[in-house]
């Protein structure tokens, strides 16, 4: 695989970045994901516009424009051949002697790779995934997507240990998001996602999806949910740059859907992959 580290394409093997990087010692850095499908980027200037203001938001000065960043992208599909799978983008605040405080003069490190993954046709998606639930330990400013991901990776061992794809994190009783995913019921024609907020990363891939409301007939109810209400929904699905739109099929071992993916979901999937192609 060719990444990208500082200015450089580079086979993965000889890519370095410094021990003192403040993403790797603070988690002190942003990061996004973007897919690619039929070698064509996916929503890129979206992902490049939160991209901006997570940075904005932890006062990370990007010297790169969004044309620059958008051209890496495309040089790395090229050089890697990519056909379909993610591409991943880190900017930290760079390099420096361990002090907490942004130091002076220093260069944000910027770090990219794809991996080739099948999206469209993800086994998972005839079977829907399984969900569990535990609180969620994030901090309190989730809207900022940064490499700080100790919670969500605990939230995904824990699913993987239970033999489930995702984790739906819980807080006062309503569930904020999935640990890498937004999280979705539906009621009749209803869907139901969380306003956005502090609490919850703003998905790409749901704005694009209430972009489509009118074209596939539902409509919203932006609210929190309970954990109850989702056990009790008539479907369930999740959305990401990596699922796209994917059903849930269980939650904790609750059935949704009589386990099969529900219309709703197939439905949203299919308007999202056409507009993704
Ligand atoms: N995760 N919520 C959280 C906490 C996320 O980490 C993600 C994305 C989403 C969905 O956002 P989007 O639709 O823009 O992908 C919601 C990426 C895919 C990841 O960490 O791998």
Known sequence: RIVYVNGSYLPEEDATISIFDRGFIFGDGIYEVSAVIGGKLVDCEAHLTRLERSCGEIRLALPWSKAELVAIHE??????????????????????????????????????????????????????????????????????????????????????????????????????????????????????????????????????????????????????????EALEAEEAFITSATSLVMPVTTIDNHTIHNGAPGPAALRLREIYVDFAR
């Open 75 to 228: 040089e790395l599909i090229k050089r890697n051949n990519l056909d379909e799978g993610g591409i991943y983008l880190q900017v930290s605040r760079g390099a420096s002697d361990r002090e907490f405080a942004f130091p002076k003069d220093v260069k944000p490190t910027l770090v990219m790779f794809t991996q080739a993954r099948n999206f469209v046709n993800a086994p998972t998606v005839k079977t829907g995934i399984k969900v569990v639930s535990m609180p969620d330990l994030r901090w309190a400013r989730r809207d900022i997507k940064s490499v700080n991901l100790l919670a969500p990776v605990l939230a995904k061992q824990f699913a993987a240990e239970n033999g489930a794809q995702e984790t739906w994190l819980t807080e006062d009783g309503v569930v904020t998001e999935g640990a890498s995913s937004t999280a979705w019921i539906v009621k009749g024609k209803t869907l139901i996602t969380r306003p956005l907020s502090n609490k919850v990363l703003p998905g790409i891939t749901r704005k694009a999806v209430l972009a489509f409301l009118d074209e596939s007939g539902f409509t919203l109810e932006e609210r929190a949910f309970t954990l109850d």
